[in-house]
């Protein structure tokens, strides 16, 4: 399956003063649990690298 989406951003603040603008990428559908088999509370391990990120399941 695949789908296309569009990256956001995300304003930061803290206590003291903003942070610079962050890109955010939101994932919310029906398919994260019907296909990818990822629950709400799993532990999931997020890997970053040139033109990619993958989201893999963790077992234990």
Sequence with gaps: MER???IS???RFNRFR???TAP???LANH???RI???G???RVRVEYSQNKIIISKLTK
Aim: hydrophobic share 40%.
């Design 4 to 6: 296309v989406n569009k």
């Design 9 to 11: 951003y995300e304003n």
């Design 18 to 20: 903003d942070l610079p």
């Design 24 to 26: 955010k990428l939101i």
């Design 31 to 33: 398919f994260i649990k």
């Design 36 to 38: 990818s088999g990822f």
């Design 40 to 42: 709400v509370g799993e």
